[in-house]
């Protein structure tokens, strides 16, 4: 069965960093592109950040670029999101998820506020 | 920037009704490769999103064969018949053509 298990989420101030983690099972996760995908409260979805298979490409909208960065362990078959420069509209639960949607995690509430 | 605009916002629909969902996009979402990465969501109420359609029209595996997807280039249409309460949710449309990636705004279909 594949799991997805996003963690590392939480309250943070702005201007602050905060580092997500997805642990991967149940699929061979070194052969799919990964992604990001955010939820602000009682809004659709926005795609937040793409790693390739082996990590050499990564892809971002303008909302998070230079601020956010993803990347990825094949070893351990884990993903991760480190933000920094939190902002009060970086508020959203947070989704990992394989290639294009096919799988997701339950997601993760990060909260950006003083 | 691709936009992807989704009508309607929402939907009343009884059970056992037929509806359909458009998804137009502001270019083409053929791919190089001649794909078209034009794929369908729903995201029930307090649940992860779940993809019921991949590439226009391919179903995923366990969805019922009342979802089917159709169109090409920047016009794409989701129908569901026969409506079933577990259908109920939001439906989004999401092009991984083009970077960035990006989700038509989400219709939601609510019980009448």
């Known amino acids: 069965e594949v799991q997805l298990v996003e963690s590392g989420g939480g309250l943070v101030q702005p201007g602050r960093s905060l580092k997500l983690s997805c642990a991967a099972s149940g699929f061979t ?3 799919y592109y990964m992604a990001w995908v955010r939820q602000a409260p009682k809004k ?5 950040a793409t790693i ?9 909208p303008d909302s998070v670029k ?10 351990k078959s884990s993903l991760y999101l480190q933000m920094n420069s939190l902002k009060s509209e970086d508020t959203a639960t947070y989704y990992c998820a394989t290639g294009t949607y096919y799988h997701w995690g339950q997601g993760v509430m990060v909260t950006v506020s003083s | 920037d691709v936009v992807m605009t989704q009508t309607p916002p929402s ?11 458009s998804c137009k996009s502001s270019q083409s979402l053929v791919y190089s490769d001649g794909k078209t990465y034009l794929h369908w969501l729903l995201q029930s109420s307090g649940r992860s999103p779940k993809r019921l359609i991949y590439q226009v029209s391919n179903l995923d ?10 169109g090409s280039q920047k016009d794409f ?5 026969r409506v079933e309460a577990k259908d109920l949710g939001v439906y989004y449309c999401a092009q991984t ?12 279909l609510e019980l009448k």
């Open chain 1, 29 to 31: 996760f070194s052969n």
């Open chain 2, 11 to 21: 939907l009343s629909v009884a059970i056992g009704q037929s509806v359909s969902i």
């Open chain 2, 97 to 108: 053509t083009h970077f960035p990636w990006t989700f038509g705004g989400g219709t939601k």
């Open chain 1, 44 to 48: 659709g979805l926005e795609w937040v």
């Open chain 2, 61 to 70: 595996s366990g969805v019922p064969d009342r979802f089917s997807g159709t």
């Open chain 1, 66 to 75: 230079g601020r956010f960065t993803i990347s990825r362990d094949n070893a």
């Open chain 1, 52 to 60: 390739s298979t082996s990590g050499s490409r990564t892809y971002y």
């Open chain 2, 77 to 81: 249409t989701l129908k569901i018949s």
